[in-house]
């Protein structure tokens, strides 16, 4: 008898320990899941990755590059621009919405490329203010994050009536302007793709390359200035 309750204590005892392990093992997988440091990569067509394949956007290739750590989503809105008097706003596309539920701890806004065009552009007296306001909205998360603003990329030759020095002469500063103004970190997006039209196919989307060295660029910032 004696033996017999032993062997059922000890059964008890090993169960219980399993329990207890499996328990652990959970929460630890919970913690590392929450561990994870959110980026939202917010912009118009070149964030969202047109003229590539499936995959290689900027924002696909970022969170390869920042690896397991990072979990970067991509809220990028084809034609949208900063101007809130333009003719397709971010501000009342759906993917902010989605970019400001998801409480980001890192926020990377490039948008300004759509802004260039002759009918949007005509209102560039707000375009500071509404770029602050975009900030300010991402500002007040729970999540604080750290925020970036991205300088548009180079344009090679003007096309879908976007004009390369509007952005050159007229949005690069401002963005500058904006950043020093609201101490906000700058990611220089233009850079990567000067002199190189031949990863700029139409003339303003990067290829998978340059999407390649937008994300290079994303990621220098990010774990130079924003990586704890």
């Avoid at 003007?158 to 050159?168: Q, Y």
């Avoid at 609201?182 to 303003?204: M, N, R, T």
């Amino acid at each position: 008898m004696s033996n017999s309750w032993s062997s059922v204590c000890r059964g008890r005892t090993i169960i219980l320990a399993s329990l207890l392990f499996l328990s652990l093992s959970f929460s630890v997988s919970l913690a590392n899941a929450e561990e994870k440091i959110r980026v939202a990569c917010v912009g118009d067509s070149i964030t969202k990755g047109a003229g590539a394949a499936k995959g290689e956007s900027y924002p696909d290739q970022l969170g390869k590059l920042l690896g397991e750590r990072y979990e970067v989503r991509n809220f990028g809105a084809n034609g949208a621009t900063m101007l809130k008097g333009g003719d397709r706003p971010y501000v009342r596309r759906k993917e902010l919405g989605a970019a400001l539920a998801f409480k980001p701890n890192i926020v990377i806004i490039k948008l300004g490329t759509n802004d260039a065009k002759a009918k949007n552009w005509k209102h560039k007296a707000t375009f500071a203010t509404d770029l602050k306001a975009l900030i300010q909205q991402f500002r007040a998360l729970p999540s604080t994050p750290k925020i970036f603003v991205g300088k548009p990329t180079t344009v090679a030759k003007d096309n879908f009536g976007i004009s390369g020095v509007v952005i050159r002469d007229e949005i690069w500063p401002l963005v500058d302007q904006v950043a020093k103004e609201e101490k906000v970190g700058v990611i220089d997006f233009a850079a990567p793709l000067a002199d190189k039209p031949a990863l700029l196919p139409d003339g303003v989307h990067p290829n998978a390359e340059g999407y390649a060295r937008l994300a290079e660029a994303a990621k220098t910032a990010i774990v130079e200035k924003a990586t704890p």
